[in-house]
């Protein structure tokens, strides 16, 4: 049956140190225990093994018994005392021979006698079992002083005495000397101890245990409070009346209650048992320990009040011990976890139904919330000062769209303000802290280990220049010699090899510490070196980047532009033109948009524009730079520039008045095919043609809803017919419109197009006006050169600042324009409708609810109304959906005096606040 703990280290110690001579006999020992543990030995072979091992050892050969289990018991005590008997015996026959050598030389005639070993003595070194189970004769043994059996010098330490594998001799109080001179580190003198077995290499041992934060590592120490916890509890478990037999010599216990206690503590430790398992085992057994049932208190235990009282007073002080300690605080970590809270903080819940508002800044904790408290060493006094009530949160700070609360300290004013040159000028703050910390722990580093080096470096010149052997002087370094900041310096110049290098570091600093030393000089000097270099880019980065950072308008307003072309935007304008109209206070203003934000009408003054529904107009003009905005559009579209220039040519350039190609002067003109009186096929219709208008170029047809101009591109081809064109002589041409209105009703893509178009024209003309010289000139081709991709953000908001200061925001938004009225070109060429929708406009027809359903069988998408005025400088745009009637007049006076009103309080001063017209 296995023995008390205590009993077996002390038999074990015993066996080791009386072997410290023979260390090999130790290690048999070990080994035959082991394999009889495997059950790779018989329990006859053990013994037979033990007996041989311990042939002159009474005393341990008895001892033995107590490792082997209850079945074995008496077959192992019947061997073991036999052999035993013997060792005895041959003891006595020793001493006897060794009285008789005595007498036989007498005093004065040879050597001294021989002091034979008492029973259970170690032998001396060069004893050895003889074949026949004798002893060969020593010379005089070694004296042994009391069981530690301390080894006494062979000669005075002042005498110089020559190692194993030296070549000089050394004095030991000379080394004394050479140990005491060391400041950062011990050293010693003593046997290396051999690798055991499987014992992990350095590489292993970097990935077992990882980095250590302290070199050499610091041994964890128990705390008082814990210390005193486990000496309450032995003296629980030494009280008669829980372990009654305790102090009865003639009964022996295999398990006592303490040892039980132990065992309880190890299988929480190793995650076995979880807290409520702990209590509820430790509870039975501090109230029923683990008696027999035998004794004066044994039946009635339970029912003793002072034991359950001192029970509960135990319990309350391991709940006081497991707070902050080992795997308890990890337990109620996952434990918070797995709640309803989990890992979030508080902020991120709404806490509106499970918390109260204390103040205006501080709510109070959920009565289920998991709260972190300090460990049982902090004072009573600093435990009151805590704060575990409540917690810091702005009241009313709902989150749009969520049922959470948010905290005005998660607002960051300078990441929302950032931009591309802050972004340059924190990656270099970033870049110039990281070298400089760098080079900052690699210097702490390095302070810490040079005079470890030289000390290192010391010992081992003397070792050399004494004659000593590689590897008899051993040198370990003081306790938190290295912190956290320099294993991580020196683990970082090694790479992935790092965490091995520390490993090396902590087994042998003798040899790796002046190694790693001069390792973090040659990064010491690397470093500064490319801190130089460096800084020269940093000087340069910070010097371009400066003003554009400080540039904060630029940015808010640029941004402030981009929204105001946003499809929504746009779709929203049209669409509650009414509402914009009727209430200005909802028209979504800003300084950087004020001029080229549209007008809001609830109808138009002006009969001849037939405008009585809500609407938006921008100002359009031929003096704008149309040239300059069809160039960057043709170099948005790339490749697909044959899109674009079929959309120019096809309906832009008339629907302006511009001509349909910039590159030649020389206008083009269409031949005309057909001749009046002729009966053609149009996209429109069928009709007869009545005569041919010179300036623009068209004809004027006939058809079966009335009279309307055709553009040649419009006729597919003739249809046979008998008239002539006195038939078709005499049309009243009252049914047309003027020359300069044109009215289209169009798709959304459409609507779109000519917004940002107007929008780009306007933005364009603004930067012509306010650069002066040839800047203009150049932004144009620094806008070219970003839209191909040639600069990025930065370089091409660096060209325009340094081209101009004035409106930097006007002309570095203009890219986004430009691409964004691309994508909706792109869009309208991708509907095939706008040729057809543009021939119907251009009938010049007064009826416009005619117009308006010719629109709409080419496609019901047709809900936008574009009308541009050449005589008003002006494109104005509604939106009348398909369940809407086209209004024709206005039928109430009252209204038009509202509608008067309305553009008078509307009416800005054009030429002042945004385009000087023709």
């Given at each position: 049956?296995p023995?008390?703990?205590?009993h ?6 015993t066996?080791?140190k009386r ?14 225990l082991?394999?009889?543990?495997k059950e790779q030995r018989?329990i006859?072979?053990?013994?037979d093994?033990v ?8 005393d341990?050969?008895?001892e033995?018994?107590f ?5 074995v018991?008496?077959?192992a005590?019947?061997q ?6 013997k060792a ?8 006897a021979q ?5 007498k036989?030389t007498?005093p ?8 034979a070993?008492p ?13 026949a189970?004798g002893?060969i ?10 069981s530690?059996?301390?080894?006494m010098p062979?000669v005075?330490?002042?005498i ?5 594998g030296?070549t000089k001799a ?7 000397e ?6 950062h580190?011990k050293?010693s ?12 290499n ?5 990935q077992?245990?990882?980095r250590p934060?302290?070199?050499p ?7 008082t409070t814990e210390?005193?916890?486990?000496k309450h509890?032995k ?5 008669k ?8 010599p003639t009964i022996?216990?295999?398990h006592?209650p ?6 309880c503590?190890?299988l929480?430790?190793?995650?076995m ?8 085992l ?6 029923q320990g ?9 039946t ?6 002072m ?12 709940e006081?011990?497991l707070?902050?300690r080992g ?11 797995r ?6 903080s508080?902020r991120?819940?709404?806490?509106t139904?499970l918390?109260?508002s204390?103040t205006p800044s501080?709510w109070?904790?959920?009565n ?8 049982v ?7 009151k000062?805590?704060n575990s009530?409540?917690f ?13 609360l948010?905290?005005?300290?998660s ?5 929302i303000?950032?931009n ?7 990656r270099?703050?970033?870049e110039m802290?990281?070298v400089?910390m ?18 290192a470096?010391r010992l ?6 004494d004659g000593?052997?590689?590897?008899r ?5 003081n ?8 294993i991580?310096s020196?683990a970082?110049?090694y790479g992935?090899?790092g ?6 570091l902590l087994?042998?600093p003798l040899v790796?510490?002046p190694?790693v030393?001069?390792r973090?000089q040659?990064?010491?000097?690397e470093?500064?070196?490319i801190k ?8 340069l ?9 400080t540039d904060v ?6 941004r402030e ?20 109209a ?9 300084p950087?948009?004020d001029l080229?934000?549209?007008?809001f009408h609830?109808?138009?003054a002006?009969?001849q524009?037939a405008?009585?529904q809500?609407h938006?107009?921008?100002?359009v003009?031929?003096?704008?730079p149309h040239?300059d905005?069809?160039d960057l559009?043709?170099?948005q ?5 044959s899109?674009?220039?079929k ?7 008339p629907?302006?008045?511009?001509p ?9 003109k269409?031949?005309?095919k057909?001749?009046?009186g002729?009966k053609v096929?149009t ?9 041919i208008?010179a300036?623009?170029?068209r004809?004027?047809v006939?058809f079966?809803f009335g ?10 081809h003739?249809?046979?017919?008998s ?9 009243d ?7 300069d209105?044109q009215i289209?009703f ?5 609507y779109?197009?000519?917004r940002?178009?107007m ?6 003309y603004?930067a012509?006006?306010?650069?002066e010289?040839d800047g203009?000139t ?12 040639k ?7 660096s060209?325009?600042r340094?081209?101009?200061?004035k409106?930097?925001?006007n002309?570095v ?10 994508d909706?070109m ?5 509907e095939?409708?706008?040729q057809?929708l543009y ?5 010049k ?22 009308q ?5 400088n002006r494109v104005?745009?509604s ?7 086209l209004?024709l007049?206005s039928?109430?006076?009252?209204e038009?005096r ?8 509307m009416?800005v001063?054009d030429?002042?606040k945004?385009l000087k017209?023709?």
């Amino acid at each position: 049956a296995p023995v008390e703990f205590d009993h077996a280290i002390n038999y074990v110690t015993t066996i080791k140190k009386r072997f410290h001579a023979h260390p090999e006999i130790y290690r048999k020992f070990l080994e035959i225990l082991h394999t009889y543990q495997k059950e790779q030995r018989g329990i006859k072979e053990v013994l037979d093994e033990v007996s041989m091992l311990f042939a002159d050892h009474a005393d341990l050969l008895k001892e033995f018994t107590f490792f082997l289990p209850d079945a074995v018991q008496s077959q192992a005590k019947a061997q073991l005392d036999i052999a035993a008997a013997k060792a005895e015996e041959r003891a006595k026959q020793r001493v006897a021979q060794a009285k008789a050598v005595g007498k036989s030389t007498g005093p004065g005639t040879g050597p001294a006698p021989m002091m034979a070993s008492p029973p259970g003595a170690a032998p001396p070194a060069n004893f050895a079992p003889s074949p026949a189970g004798g002893m060969i004769l020593p010379p005089p043994p070694v004296a042994n002083v009391g069981s530690a059996q301390k080894r006494m010098p062979s000669v005075p330490s002042n005498i110089p005495r020559t190692p194993f594998g030296a070549t000089k001799a050394r004095s030991e109080d000379r080394e004394n000397e050479i140990a005491a001179t060391a400041q950062h580190g011990k050293v010693s003198f003593d046997p290396v101890r051999p690798p055991r077995r499987n014992e992990l290499n350095t590489a292993q041992a970097s990935q077992a245990f990882g980095r250590p934060k302290v070199v050499p590592a610091e041994p964890l120490q128990p705390m008082t409070t814990e210390i005193a916890f486990f000496k309450h509890v032995k003296a629980h478990f030494n009280r008669k009346d829980i372990f009654p037999d305790l102090y009865n010599p003639t009964i022996k216990r295999r398990h006592t209650p303490y040892e039980e206690f132990i065992k309880c503590i190890h299988l929480f430790g190793a995650g076995m048992l979880n807290k409520d398992e702990l209590i509820q085992l430790l509870r039975g057994l501090f109230i029923q320990g683990n008696a027999p049932k035998s004794g004066a208190n044994a039946t009635n235990i339970t029912g003793n009040s002072m034991i359950i009282q001192a029970s509960n007073v135990l319990l309350s002080e391991l709940e006081k011990v497991l707070i902050g300690r080992g795997p308890f605080t990890t337990q109620e970590k996952t434990k918070k976890f797995r709640a309803k809270y989990g890992s979030y903080s508080l902020r991120d819940y709404d806490l509106t139904e499970l918390s109260k508002s204390i103040t205006p800044s501080y709510w109070s904790y959920p009565n289920d919330y998991p709260i972190e408290m300090p460990g049982v060493d902090s004072d009573e006094s600093v435990l009151k000062l805590l704060n575990s009530e409540c917690f810091s949160m702005a009241k009313d700070w709902p989150e749009k769209g969520k049922n959470k609360l948010k905290s005005p300290e998660s607002y960051d004013g300078v990441k929302i303000r950032r931009n591309i040159y802050e972004e340059v000028l924190c990656r270099v703050e970033d870049e110039m802290y990281e070298v400089d910390m760098a080079i900052e722990r690699n210097e702490s580093a390095l302070r810490k280990l040079e005079p470890i080096a030289e000390e290192a470096t010391r010992l081992r010149e003397l070792e050399e220049k004494d004659g000593q052997p590689i590897g008899r002087l051993q040198y370990k370094l003081n306790l938190r010699s290295l912190n956290t900041i320099h294993i991580g310096s020196i683990a970082r110049i090694y790479g992935d090899s790092g965490d091995e290098v520390i490993q090396h570091l902590l087994r042998n600093p003798l040899v790796v510490v002046p190694i790693v030393c001069k390792r973090l000089q040659e990064k010491d000097a690397e470093w500064r070196k490319i801190k130089t270099e460096l800084a020269k880019e940093w000087k340069l980065a910070l010097s371009e980047n400066a003003k554009g950072s400080t540039d904060v308008k630029c940015l808010l307003y640029k941004r402030e532009i981009e929204k105001s072309f946003a499809t929504e935007r746009l779709i929203e304008e049209c669409q509650e033109a009414k509402s914009f109209a009727t209430d200005p206070s909802k028209i979504q203003r800003h300084p950087a948009t004020d001029l080229i934000l549209p007008d809001f009408h609830l109808a138009n003054a002006d009969q001849q524009l037939a405008l009585y529904q809500p609407h938006l107009s921008v100002l359009v003009s031929t003096m704008m730079p149309h040239k300059d905005a069809h160039d960057l559009l043709a170099a948005q579209f790339g490749g697909d520039r044959s899109k674009f220039s079929k959309l120019w040519s096809g309906f832009l350039a008339p629907w302006f008045g511009l001509p349909s190609s910039f590159e030649s002067n020389e206008s083009s003109k269409t031949a005309m095919k057909f001749s009046p009186g002729q009966k053609v096929r149009t996209t429109v219709g069928d009709g007869q043609i009545i005569s041919i208008v010179a300036d623009p170029q068209r004809y004027k047809v006939k058809f079966s809803f009335g009279v309307g101009y055709v553009h040649p591109d419009a006729i597919a081809h003739l249809l046979p017919s008998s008239s002539s064109a006195a038939d078709v002589a005499g049309v009243d041409d009252a049914q047309l419109m003027q020359d300069d209105t044109q009215i289209l009703f169009g798709t959304e893509n459409i609507y779109l197009s000519m917004r940002l178009y107007m929008r780009l024209a306007t933005m364009l003309y603004q930067a012509k006006d306010a650069i002066e010289g040839d800047g203009y000139t150049k932004c144009m081709a620094a806008i070219v050169d970003f839209i191909t991709s040639k600069t990025d953000v930065k370089e091409f908001e660096s060209t325009i600042r340094g081209i101009t200061d004035k409106n930097v925001h006007n002309i570095v938004a203009i890219p986004a324009l430009v691409q964004s009225c691309g994508d909706s070109m792109a869009k309208v060429v991708e509907e095939d409708v706008i040729q057809n929708l543009y021939h119907c406009s251009q009938l010049k027809l007064k009826d416009l609810n005619q117009l308006r359903s010719l629109s709409v069988d080419v496609t019901e998408e047709a809900v936008y109304r574009l009308q541009i005025s050449t005589s008003a400088n002006r494109v104005f745009f509604s939106y009348i959906p398909a369940d809407v009637e086209l209004q024709l007049s206005s039928t109430v006076a009252s209204e038009k005096r509202t509608l008067e009103s309305v553009n008078d309080d509307m009416k800005v001063d054009d030429d002042t606040k945004r385009l000087k017209t023709e």
